[in-house]
């Protein structure tokens, strides 16, 4: 991250990092559905510590459910000192993509089939925010 991308105490912008949020989440989502995708939600952006003009930034994205035309992806977001080589997850996103048919009108995506016994945990946790966000907001 180089000087344009902070604030005069060398934070970089939270806009900054919700746009690197976002591509990233975009693609992954895209090869999933096989065409393009637009973010339609993020369902979390959590800022636990500053990323420092200087740093370099990682984003690691991975599909966590998918709905009908919908797939959430979560983003984590690491800042690295490039002289030390320390390492600080600084973000958790989950960004909610729809994907487009050719006419840019909603369409299906395939089935997510979860690998690991990680994958599947934190899909039925996030299973579960979510029901618990829907009754609240009833």
Do not use: W
């Not at 006419?103 to 979510?130: D, G, M």
């Amino acid at each position: 991250m180089g000087p344009q991308h902070a604030n005069n105490q060398g934070n970089v912008h939270g806009g900054v990092i919700m746009k690197m949020v976002d591509e990233a989440g975009a693609i992954v989502a895209m090869p999933h559905a096989g065409t393009t995708v637009v973010t339609v939600a993020i369902d979390s952006m959590t800022f636990m510590e500053p990323i420092l003009a200087g740093n370099l930034v990682l984003c690691k994205a991975e599909l966590t459910h998918i709905g009908r035309m919908s797939m959430e992806v979560r983003v984590e977001v690491t800042a690295e000192h490039p002289f030390r080589g320390t390492s600080t997850r600084t973000n958790t996103a989950y960004v909610v993509y729809v994907a487009l048919d050719s006419n840019r009108c909603p369409t299906i995506v395939p089935e997510l089939i979860y690998e690991t016994s990680e994958e599947q945990a934190r899909q039925t946790y996030r299973q579960h925010q979510r029901e618990q966000e829907a009754t609240k907001a009833t």
